[in-house]
């Protein structure tokens, strides 16, 4: 488990032990010795496995090619997590994602545990051949841990639904006669994917910030009020006015938020900056989503970095460098892109007081308690990014009865889904002073920890 993770982990530990309501029946000595078996089983994984794929490459060379399959923790459900595909994918990355996989899941009530995947390579460096024949193996030598009741993987960084399609034919393959449906989510619709899966985790960042500030603190100012907590008066600030949003990343999660922002209705919120590898693009104005969807659209999911391009889709923006974006002066600053993009040396130059993380990791530990410090609202990855997994779960099921659901159902069921979490939520964060960081991490460990207790693993 990465540092960062642990240290909030084992402060939750500290925060429930000291809490006679949880696991009230263990007292005295033995309530320290169980959570410090909780904080043993949580730190660690379950199983890493470790193989090196045979590859034939397109110019003959056979080389050995090391690939993961972590499984952090299944007292909740079969393993779940994604695949990822990049040269930096290493034992400890692997290990710390499939622990963050464990605590999401119980944090969101979806019935799965933790796992997470990784292949060692730049997938931009291998020929649609070799990486077909790289996911084949991936399956094959990883064929016995996984399966739709035992590990079922899914899309991450330089993985998508190609790759999930190739990786459920291999398992077919491998288990004639069996149901193969829900061994890998992330699929594409026609390879039994569920709709709404792509748009799932940028709907669920926007539905989070949307539904804290216009249903949530504003339903239940009065009592709010009674708690002086720190963040209120800025939460409060932000009612019943339109607001200006800015967008670090304009891929599949961040693109969403922005079209989510544009076409909302009910507040008229204006993203004025967004941004992605290349650039960022500013309009105090506000920036024409819908000209900016269709660019990118025909460019290959990239935005325009000249005038000309800007001019051609009758696009108003102030083209500044891709950096510029974190430190618009904005009401709202949603996170899209990559980890660690606020850390110690930029975090004083943020001045958003409202910050959501659609990526996993955007702000280092470091950064969070200076916003912390700043009074600065962060609405954490656990919490905000979690419809991807949720509408995985939904294409399991989709894909284990065979029966598929409308696109507005799914998202029914994720707004559905995500409040309930956000009603769990909330009120421990105002009531208490912790970061919602903490409240998120603590609810997930209470629920990990009652879990573990009532299996009889602690013993
Ligand atoms: P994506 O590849 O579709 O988009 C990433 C965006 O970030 C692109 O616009 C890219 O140009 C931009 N970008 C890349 N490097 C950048 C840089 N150095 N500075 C600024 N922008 C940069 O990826 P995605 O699926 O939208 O995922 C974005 C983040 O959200 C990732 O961290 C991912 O792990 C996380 N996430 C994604 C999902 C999902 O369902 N897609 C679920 C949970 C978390």
Not at 421 to 433: A, G, H, I, K, R
Request: include cysteine.
């Amino acid at each position: 488990m990465g540092k960062q993770t642990g240290t909030i982990v084992q402060q939750a530990l500290h925060i429930l032990s000291a809490d006679p309501a949880i696991l009230p029946t263990i007292k005295g000595n033995s309530r320290e010795q169980i959570f410090q078996s909780i904080g043993a089983i949580l730190s660690t994984p379950n199983k890493t496995h470790k193989a090196y794929l045979r590859i034939t490459l397109d110019n003959g060379n056979v080389v050995r090619i090391p690939a993961y399959r972590i499984q952090h923790n299944d007292a909740i459900g079969p393993y779940k997590g994604g695949i990822r595909f990049h040269e930096s994918v290493n034992e400890d990355e692997v290990s710390n994602l499939a622990a963050l996989m464990t605590l999401k899941n119980a944090l969101h009530d979806v019935p799965f545990g933790g796992g997470k995947g990784g292949v060692v390579i730049n997938p931009r460096q291998y020929s649609e051949r070799e990486l077909n024949l790289i996911c084949k193996k991936y399956v094959q030598y990883f064929t016995d841990i996984l399966g739709p009741d035992k590990d079922i993987p899914a899309p991450d960084m330089g993985t998508g639904e190609r790759e999930m399609d190739w990786m459920t034919a291999e398992y077919k393959t491998i288990h004639p006669g069996k149901p193969y449906l829900g061994s890998f989510t992330g699929k594409s619709i026609v390879s039994g994917g569920s709709l709404g899966r792509r748009e799932a985790t940028g709907k669920g960042v926007y539905f989070t910030f949307k539904y804290m500030l216009e249903s949530y603190i504003r339903s239940n100012l009065s009592t709010l009020e009674t708690y002086n907590n720190p963040y209120l008066p800025i939460a409060k600030s932000y009612l019943n006015r339109p607001l200006t949003i800015a967008i670090q990343g304009f891929g599949n999660v961040g693109a969403v938020i922005a079209q989510e922002a544009f076409r909302d209705q009910s507040v008229q919120h204006t993203v004025v900056a967004v941004s992605d590898r290349n650039v960022t693009l500013y309009n105090e104005q506000g920036l024409p989503i819908d000209k900016l969807l269709q660019y990118s659209a025909d460019h290959a999911g990239e935005l325009p970095t000249t005038a000309e391009a800007c001019v051609a889709y009758h696009i108003e923006a102030q083209i500044q460098d891709r950096e510029a974006v974190l430190y618009q002066a904005v009401d709202v600053l949603f996170l899209a892109a990559l980890e660690e993009q606020i850390h110690e040396n930029n975090v004083e130059q943020v001045k958003a007081k409202w910050i959501v993380e659609g990526a996993n990791a955007p702000i280092t530990g470091e950064a969070d308690d200076v916003l912390a410090a700043n009074n600065v609202i962060v609405i954490p990855d656990i919490l905000a990014n979690a419809g991807g997994v949720i509408v995985s779960y939904f294409e399991w099921l989709q894909g284990k009865d065979t029966q598929f659901y409308s696109e507005e159902h799914v998202y029914e069921l994720l707004y559905e889904k995500m409040q309930k979490t956000l009603d769990q939520v909330f009120p421990l964060f105002f009531s208490q002073t912790h970061q919602l960081r903490q409240s998120c991490y603590n609810h997930a460990v209470m629920k990990l920890s009652q879990v573990l207790y009532r299996q009889g693993k602690l013993y």
